[in-house]
């Protein structure tokens, strides 16, 4: 193994799981086309994998053997590296919250940032642009019912937003009452009409 490669290693023990690594963040240990190649070659040695183009991630070694990161790692540290604004699926949450009892077959995340895809080996985690109403109340159950109401559609919306009304505590209902305003008109009106308590 090459001094840079081994550098690089030793640079990558250093970040957490599922840390995103990329070339342009390793310039400190040699020119960019050296670097591209350490990483082409870690990669075709199992060292690396390759997420996306110019990004990689250090695989997980344990007793058991060498796996990818796991998927909720990678996003939380694509989320705090990006400043993106990452939250699960309409249909994730849908499931959550026991709208339907399909369980998504793709990991599927909605995103402030562009889409993209991120191999983790086998697995494939799609990230979608999605519109900013789509990730209010980010990390708040009352955001994971508009997800969920976005996913089903505005013909069953009003429907499914009464069942699921019913599980929510009152300062939950108040928050997703407080987002009507970003909503669009279809969804806005029922969440407007909930009744808090």
């Given at each position: 193994m090459t001094p840079l490669s081994?550098?690089?290693?030793?640079?990558?023990?250093?970040?957490?799981?599922?840390?995103?690594?990329a070339a342009k963040a390793l310039l400190h240990l040699g020119k960019r086309a050296a670097v591209d190649q350490a990483l082409s070659r870690l990669t075709e040695r199992g060292k690396l994998l390759r997420a996306r183009r110019g990004v990689y991630l250090r695989p997980v070694e344990s007793r058991f053997g060498v796996r990818a990161p796991s998927v909720e790692k990678v996003v939380e540290e694509t989320k705090v590296r990006s400043g993106e604004t990452i939250v699960s699926s309409g249909a994730a949450a849908a499931n959550r919250l026991g709208l339907t009892t399909q369980v998504p077959v793709r990991q599927v995340y909605l995103t402030s940032g562009p889409s993209r895809e991120l191999h983790l080996g086998k697995q494939i985690v799609e990230l979608k642009h999605a519109p900013g109403w789509q990730l209010a109340l980010a990390n708040r159950r009352a955001g994971e019912v508009v997800r969920a109401l976005a996913w089903i559609g505005p013909k069953t919306a009003r429907q499914a937003l009464r069942s699921v009304s019913q599980k929510l505590t009152p300062v939950e209902v108040s928050e997703l009452k407080s987002a009507a305003f970003s909503l669009p008109t279809w969804l806005a009106k029922p969440v407007s009409e909930l009744r808090v308590g």
């Open positions: 081994s550098q690089i290693l030793e640079f990558t023990k250093e970040l957490p799981e599922g840390a995103p690594i």
